[in-house]
């Protein structure tokens, strides 16, 4: 996982990698990345402690709203993050961790997560069992403090590693976020200033498939890398053994090998085109067939998501397409004579018998995923396809008994 765009793992940071505020110069932006420091282990049994009475306030935050939301008599209210710091006020003498700037965050994280879920209450945190949930303690970004190469919180100090990347950076609130594993972060979201190039190449479709992860127009290839399949056996053998921990690193580094790869081809991509077509396969519809975990080991919302938000901070143009029927459609020709079905996809090249033309499937579905981005929006709304698109079965039922029955008539 690169430590520079990473978010929390804990899953209450808001992630702000795609956020760009454009300054006074139309071709420089600044962004906002969360910068990933890992604490060292001398200090996880405070983090530990602080994070339990984080879940209390939580907790308390959930009742407490729940109650207001519908009381036994009088009018229900819906109670905002600044009436439950009201109401908490003088709570930080009960917890030996924690402070009130750390109270007021868990009160305001509570109230707008409970807001923009529109639920009466949120989900408890758990302190224990296998429900338990990971660690979180956040802060203002006055709260915490740079002395030398160690940051202090709540009287307590904590060292990290790549301390040098604190240089000079202006951070605002943030948390220390805890993994599956048990280890501790510190993610601080700093604003970074970029430039607004022009890329060298004008466009380019990219169509995503589980041979490759994905194939552009310009037979680029990001090759399938065994992240998770590779290492299957061992996460199997410890979890027989009962090495649960062993099995959460296994997975951690199945995870990072993925985003690493995954970052350098959209990396590559977005420095060379400047308009960029991505097709709109579906993850959850394919993880209910037997691809399961061909499907989730490549990763393409990950991939998506990654050239949607550095697309932005670079100017490119990032376009999310219909790839229905693109491998089946000749790219010169357009006409529907590529093999289709289950058994199609064995095939990996196959010849138009209208045209002759020679393709390779991902290749041409790239091609046709950047002509049908290339189109204009429709207005009217029945306007002809560029692709052809073969009719519906219930059509060519429909027609069939018709005209069955004109024959018989």
């Known amino acids: 996982m690169p430590p520079s765009t990473a978010t929390a793992v804990s899953g209450r940071e808001p992630a702000d990698d795609g956020r760009a505020r454009v300054e006074d110069s139309a071709a420089v932006t600044f962004v906002t990345r969360t910068l990933r420091l890992k604490v060292k282990p001398e200090s996880y049994p405070w983090l530990n402690i602080a994070a339990m009475e984080v879940n209390t306030v939580w907790n308390w935050g959930a009742e407490v709203s729940a109650k ?11 109670l ?93 609130q943030g948390c220390f976020a805890q993994d599956a594993v048990g280890d501790w972060w510190i993610c601080l979201p700093v604003d970074i200033k970029t430039e607004v190039s022009v890329a060298p190449l004008e466009k380019v479709g990219i169509d995503l498939g589980l041979k490759d992860i994905a194939v552009t127009s310009d037979n680029d290839r990001c090759e399938k890398g065994i992240f998770y399949r590779g290492i299957e056996q061992q996460i199997s053998q410890a979890q027989r053994r009962g090495h649960r921990r062993q099995a959460k690193r296994l997975h951690r580094r199945a995870v990072n090998r993925r985003k690493d790869a995954l970052h350098r081809f959209s990396r590559k991509i977005v420095d060379q085109y400047q308009k960029i077509a991505i097709g709109d396969v579906s993850s959850p519809q394919l993880v209910k067939t037997r691809m399961a975990k061909c499907v989730l080991d490549s990763g393409w919302g990950m991939l998506r998501a990654f050239l949607q938000y550095k697309g932005q901070q670079a100017g490119r143009t990032v376009q999310i ?18 093999p289709r079905g289950v058994n199609g996809l064995r095939e990996r090249c196959w010849v138009c018998c209208d045209c002759g033309e020679s393709h390779d499937r991902d290749v041409n579905a790239a091609k046709n995923i950047l002509r049908r981005a290339e189109l204009p929006a429709s207005v009217v709304g029945n306007e002809p396809s560029i692709l052809r698109v073969p009719p519906r079965r219930a059509s060519c039922s429909r027609k069939a008994g018709i005209e069955t029955a004109r024959s018989m008539a």
């Open 68 to 78: 207001a939301a519908r009381p036994c008599t009088g009018t229900p209210k819906w």
């Open 321 to 338: 397409v219909s790839e229905r029927n693109t491998s089946r459609t000749c790219s010169s020709c357009r006409s529907l004579s590529g």
């Open 80 to 172: 905002t993050g600044f009436d439950l710091n009201n109401l908490s006020s003088g709570a930080s003498e009960h917890f030996a961790k924690i402070g009130s700037d750390t109270i007021q965050r868990v009160n305001g994280e509570y109230a707008q997560k409970r807001s923009t879920a529109r639920r009466i209450r949120l989900r408890w945190r758990r302190n224990h069992g296998p429900q338990r949930s990971l660690g979180w303690v956040p802060f203002k970004a006055a709260s915490l403090k740079r002395q030398g190469k160690v940051v202090r919180f709540c009287g307590k100090t904590f060292r990290v590693f790549e301390s040098g990347r604190l240089e000079g950076v202006k951070w605002r």
